[in-house]
């Protein structure tokens, strides 16, 4: 089986966000033959999935939405999931904790490393950042090179967890979509799934922050 594993196919964990976003793009852009694979866990701003369909449509990309909401069943207790209010203010501020979601990532992980095992790709790319690593223990660096560690022996065929951004901040991210003439309008960030994003939430503030310090204005529509 190894040896009709293809360097060329990749599998990129793609949420609809800006980061996963411009991964996609990073993907494509080193030649990559990409299967998008995002995740419905039932997270309030389902609304990315949206985003990312009409992407991947775009771009002519394979792309499958996966329903896990039943995982709920078993983990609790974040505001992206529960009926809990969605934080307000910046990440590095303690109230975020509240959206972490226990072990998604190892999750989303192990399912796309099976996918890529099953589609005979080399890689999974996924979108962890340093901006994250304060927050999300599961986007820390020493995870993701334990988790490639795992994923190299987890089945016959070894599955490379590809990180392009992981030492870099969001701001670093966009810089480098915008070198690629990125549309950002095509990406969802805002945690609450409303119509217009709120430009209040971690996730806004982060993402307002790396378009003002690259000096250019988010596309988004805001409340």
Known sequence: MTEKVSEN???????GGMDSFTVLNRAIKDG?????????????????LEFAANVCKELNISHKIIDISAINQLLGGSSLTD???????????????????????????????????SVEAAQVYYGAHSGDHAIYPDCR??????????????????????????????????????????DYGKSWTCYNGREKACGKCGACQERLEAFDLNQVVDPLDYE
């Open 9 to 15: 196919k990749v599998v990129v964990i793609y949420s």
């Open 141 to 182: 660096p020493e995870f993701v090179m334990k988790m490639n560690d795992v994923c190299q022996i987890a089945n016959y065929q070894p599955v490379e967890i590809f990180s392009p951004y992981l030492t870099q901040t969001k701001i670093d991210i966009l810089a480098d979509g915008l070198t690629m003439g990125l």
């Open 83 to 117: 009926d809990i209010d969605i934080p307000e203010g910046h990440y590095e501020e303690e109230s975020m904790k509240s959206t972490v979601v226990p072990n998604r990532n190892m999750i989303l992980l192990s399912m796309a490393v099976g996918y890529a095992v």
């Open 32 to 48: 990559k033959q990409v299967y998008a694979l995002s995740f419905d866990y039932g997270q309030k701003h389902i609304k990315e």
